[in-house]
């Protein structure tokens, strides 16, 4: 049986994973779930990987979503608890502790787009097309997509894209706020690794740390955020990164950061 997750690793720490089933969409089957939360594992046990991307094979399409194949061959129980797995999923996706960015290198259409919403980070090729599409089957985003993308881009737009079951293009994509990035489609897996080299060049603590401030005290009032961002920020006082960091300003050089 073909594995339908490549896990590679990149520079020592960039973490690959690349959902592997061209042929079927890169469509989510209960196969490459598993796979994918055991690469989720190798990224949690790996102290080296400061950064995660995330992409689909080729260069059509990042994930179509659910397989309706396999679907088709569900009863109702069976279904109800696929898409829990693909909600389970993408909420591993999202407790990763170091910076995760999704490579849309193409069409991404519902648990493909969750996917993409549990990450930190979205860079999409110029010719994509995504959208949140599970209203047009008679059905609702199960996998996070009702809540992530309206956090994301505000409840109007949200609505509008899952009341309509609208593929947007890349442009609009951005003028969302749904992509942080668009970039040419040509050499696209490597421009997004020359972006994810400008986030592992700091402190592997300090951005561990950032996120959990950020993820975490977005749903704090701003005072209990300030005060998770202060009890955070302590944490990197007496790490060896910081006393690197300043002696490498001083003289002149670029850090070597551990971690610690």
Same mark, same amino acid.
């Given at each position: 049986m073909d594995k339908t997750i490549e896990f590679n690793v990149i520079e020592n720490h960039i973490a690959l994973i690349t959902l592997n089933r061209e042929k079927a969409a890169n469509s989510l089957n209960k196969q490459l779930l598993i796979e994918f939360n055991n690469a989720i594992d190798q990224v949690n046990e790996n102290r080296n990987i400061h950064c995660v991307i995330i992409t689909g094979k080729g260069n059509k399409v990042f994930s179509a979503g659910a397989d309706l194949k396999e679907r088709e061959t569900m009863n109702d129980q069976e279904v109800i608890e696929a898409?829990?797995?693909?909600?389970?999923?993408?909420?591993?996706?999202?407790?990763?502790?170091?910076?995760?960015?999704?490579?849309?290198? #193409?069409?991404?259409?519902? @648990? #493909?787009?969750?996917?993409?919403?549990?990450?930190?980070?979205r860079i999409g090729s110029e010719d994509i097309s995504i959208g949140l599409t599970e209203t047009s089957l008679a059905i609702i985003?199960?996998?996070? @997509?009702?809540?992530?993308?309206?956090?994301?881009?505000?409840?109007?737009?949200?609505?509008?894209?899952?009341?309509t079951a609208e593929r947007i293009s890349a442009e609009k994509a951005h003028a969302y706020g749904l992509l942080e990035e668009i970039i040419p489609k040509e050499n696209f897996i490597d421009q997004v690794i020359i972006f994810a080299e400008k986030i592992i060049k700091n402190g592997p603590l300090a951005l561990k740390l950032a996120k959990q401030a950020i993820d975490e005290g977005i749903n704090l009032s701003l005072e209990e955020g300030l005060k998770l961002e202060h009890q955070l920020y302590k944490k990197t006082i007496p790490s060896i990164d910081r006393k690197e960091g300043l002696k490498a300003f001083k003289e002149k050089r670029k850090p070597t950061y551990k971690g610690i």
């Amino acid at each position: 049986m073909d594995k339908t997750i490549e896990f590679n690793v990149i520079e020592n720490h960039i973490a690959l994973i690349t959902l592997n089933r061209e042929k079927a969409a890169n469509s989510l089957n209960k196969q490459l779930l598993i796979e994918f939360n055991n690469a989720i594992d190798q990224v949690n046990e790996n102290r080296n990987i400061h950064c995660v991307i995330i992409t689909g094979k080729g260069n059509k399409v990042f994930s179509a979503g659910a397989d309706l194949k396999e679907r088709e061959t569900m009863n109702d129980q069976e279904v109800i608890e696929a898409v829990k797995y693909i909600g389970s999923t993408t909420n591993n996706i999202e407790k990763i502790k170091v910076p995760v960015i999704a490579a849309i290198n #193409g069409s991404a259409f519902g @648990g #493909g787009l969750e996917i993409a919403l549990a990450c930190d980070i979205r860079i999409g090729s110029e010719d994509i097309s995504i959208g949140l599409t599970e209203t047009s089957l008679a059905i609702i985003p199960g996998a996070g @997509g009702t809540q992530r993308l309206s956090r994301l881009i505000g409840t109007g737009r949200a609505k509008q894209m899952i009341y309509t079951a609208e593929r947007i293009s890349a442009e609009k994509a951005h003028a969302y706020g749904l992509l942080e990035e668009i970039i040419p489609k040509e050499n696209f897996i490597d421009q997004v690794i020359i972006f994810a080299e400008k986030i592992i060049k700091n402190g592997p603590l300090a951005l561990k740390l950032a996120k959990q401030a950020i993820d975490e005290g977005i749903n704090l009032s701003l005072e209990e955020g300030l005060k998770l961002e202060h009890q955070l920020y302590k944490k990197t006082i007496p790490s060896i990164d910081r006393k690197e960091g300043l002696k490498a300003f001083k003289e002149k050089r670029k850090p070597t950061y551990k971690g610690i």
